[in-house]
């Protein structure tokens, strides 16, 4: 053993705790940060299910949102509160007990990956959708169910070895079997360490797995909506606008779901790359090898790496209204309290009366004329033969037919994914 590692047996560890500047900065920059992931994803929920009970948005897409913001709030309140005390305040001692150690690993495991899986079957389904609608439509209506449950299944699967491979325990020496300094904290086993090691390596093959599968999605959907885009307008040249315009409103819708998909993908690389880089550290090394300069740079990246995965669950409410501006506007209407939008068929139908009424008004005049003028009544029963005026009768029935047209238009389902 070198002669490093020898010196840092006897070293005092609490040397290497935070400063109480540090810890006072942290706490103040965690706190923030859990109220405004909480309150952002809280509110999050209600407007999904506001735009969707207004026809704004498909159930499938309001369930995967739902269920990525509660494993996003879920993250933070679980870890957070932990980390403040575990890891900034009293990180060389743990007084919560071995039971609560190995829970607390197994749960926070779990709803972290809960996140990055979520975020891979909202991209499947969409993909699914884009890139093969006839298969979606096929798959019936359990499918956002059962991607949901595959995404929580599979994440308590990641997380279960914690359960096995963590609890309390002391640094132990290479040439030792009992801890030293009388140092007690939540950690990984020494008695458990092979398996320990290949739960953290197989995590982090799953996690570069989906970031690799979404990004390849989202390219496949993009050439998919540049290609249709492009054929929907050399078909809807010269036709009728209202189809044009509501073809043009299902690009629109699908292009920020594909933006949003980006964005969460780039956040997710970006925030959880120093977490994976301390994780790999605890498992390439075991802690009876770490030298003292090791274990500094751990102790140093540790607050860094926990505040850039913190932020990735606070983000997302951020991202879905830099995507869509009627989440934007409802967002702002949520937290003011006061809900101002109609539904999706209320600002069609409206109009379309208007259209009508002034359809009526030739008849109605003409009636008015018949009732004053009745010489011009008995004229009008044997009207020319070459008269060009139309029919009012043809003309209520081709409006309405127009009206019954955007109204069945209005009922479709909405295809606004965000």
């Given at each position: 053993m070198s002669?490093?590692?020898?010196?840092?047996?006897?070293k005092d560890w609490r040397e290497l705790e935070p400063n109480y500047h540090v810890k006072i900065f942290l706490t103040l920059l965690y706190s923030l940060m859990l109220v405004t992931g909480i309150v952002g994803n809280s509110i999050t929920i209600r407007v999904t299910q506001v735009l969707r009970r207004n026809g704004y948005l498909q159930k499938n897409v309001t369930d995967h949102m739902v269920?990525?913001?509660?494993?996003?709030?879920?993250?933070l309140l679980i870890g957070m509160p932990v980390e403040l005390y575990s890891a900034t305040w009293f990180p060389f001692t743990s007084a919560s007990g071995n039971a609560f150690?190995?829970?607390?690993?197994?749960?926070?495991?779990?709803c972290s990956y809960a996140t990055i899986l979520n975020v891979a079957t909202l991209s499947f389904e969409r993909y699914v959708a884009i890139c093969h609608p006839f298969r979606y439509k096929a798959l019936g209506g359990k499918r956002t169910s059962g991607l949901i449950t595959f995404a929580w299944l599979v994440s308590v699967l990641v997380a279960l070895p914690l359960l096995i491979t963590t609890g309390t325990q002391g640094h132990i020496?290479?040439?030792a079997d009992t801890p030293v300094q009388n140092l007690t904290f939540c950690t990984n086993l020494k008695e458990r360490?092979?398996?320990y090691r290949s739960s953290i390596f197989v995590a982090f093959v799953i996690y570069m797995i989906v970031l690799t599968c979404v990004a390849l999605m989202c390219r496949s959907m993009i050439l998919v909506l540049r290609k249709s885009m492009g054929s929907v307008g050399d078909a809807l040249n010269g036709t009728n606008e209202a189809p044009k315009r509501e073809g043009s409103k299902i690009k629109m819708a699908r292009k920020q779901t594909i933006i949003f998909l980006g964005l969460i993908m780039a956040s997710l690389m970006l925030c959880w790359l120093p977490n994976q880089i301390r994780r790999l550290m605890m498992a390439a090394v075991p802690k009876s090898r770490w030298t003292s300069f090791y274990f500094r740079s751990y102790v140093i990246l540790h607050p860094v790496a926990d505040t850039f995965f913190y932020f990735s669950s606070v983000i997302n409410p951020l991202l879905y209204n830099l995507s869509s501006r009627q989440f934007?506007?409802?967002?702002?209407?949520?937290?003011?309290?006061?809900?101002?939008?109609?539904?999706i068929n209320k600002r069609t139908v409206p109009s379309s009366r208007a259209v009508s009424s002034r359809s009526l008004q030739p008849l109605l005049r003409s009636l008015r004329r018949k009732r004053g003028n009745p010489s011009a009544h008995a004229q009008e029963k044997t009207p020319p033969t070459n008269q060009k005026e139309s029919d009012p009768e043809e003309a209520t029935l081709s409006n309405t037919?127009?009206?019954?047209?955007?109204?069945?238009?209005?009922?479709?389902?909405?295809?606004?994914?965000?």
């Open positions: 002669e490093e590692v020898e010196i840092s047996d006897h269920s990525l913001a509660c494993s996003d709030m879920l993250v150690c190995k829970i607390y690993n197994f749960l926070f495991e779990a020496p290479v040439r360490w092979v398996m934007r506007e409802v967002f702002v209407q949520v937290l003011r309290c006061r809900l101002t939008i109609e539904h037919e127009a009206t019954d047209s955007v109204i069945k238009t209005t009922d479709a389902p909405s295809d606004t994914e965000v």
